[in-house]
């Protein structure tokens, strides 16, 4: 099996290990401090991501003898930049969550921890009655009914 292989430069392999050492640091740091709130798993795999960085990055720049073979795949540099960009969507996503729970629990009056937000009345007050003023109703018209000297056999 024949592979395509070149002749990289010392400063080549040496800025590809020191920008996996960078990207393994960055994803250990969002990792390490939960930046936005992250979900257990997402800090696993920037763990497990992070490590894998450093550690190839270290070997490379300690262990790595001159004209020794390099694998070098520069598309895994895109791993990084997006595992920290879901880190920074989450963390706005969980922003947007508690700013929304503010406002939903926020009241424009002050209250007691515990406290209804209505007032309660005693079942046994008793509301004072009103007073409406004195109305007089005008006279009948008419005759009534039946007309009183009215003769029923008739």
């Excluded at 930046?35 to 763990?47: C, D, P």
């Excluded at 879901?86 to 921890?113: E, G, H, I, L, W």
């Excluded at 007032?119 to 008793?126: A, F, G, H, K, V």
């Excluded at 009948?140 to 009215?150: D, F, I, M, S």
Aim: charged share 5%.
């Amino acid at each position: 099996m024949n592979y395509a292989t070149a002749e990289l430069s010392t400063g080549t392999v040496n800025a590809y290990a020191a920008f996996l050492v960078i990207c393994g640091v960055v994803l250990l740091v969002v990792a390490g401090t939960g930046f936005g709130g992250q979900s257990v798993a997402a800090r696993v795999i920037n763990t497990v991501v992070g490590l894998g960085f450093a550690g190839y990055g270290v070997y490379l720049l300690v262990f790595l003898k001159p004209g020794g073979a390099v694998w070098i795949f520069y598309y895994v540099f895109v791993v990084p930049v997006v595992l920290v960009i879901s880190a920074f969507r989450t963390r706005a996503a969980s922003k947007q969550a508690r700013d929304a729970a503010a406002m939903r629990d926020a009241s424009p009056y002050p209250q007691q921890p515990g406290a209804s937000p209505y007032p309660q009345q005693p079942y046994s007050q008793q509301y004072p009655q009103q007073q409406y003023p004195q109305q007089s109703y005008p006279p009948p018209q008419g005759t009534p009914y039946p007309p009183q000297n009215a003769d029923p056999t008739h």
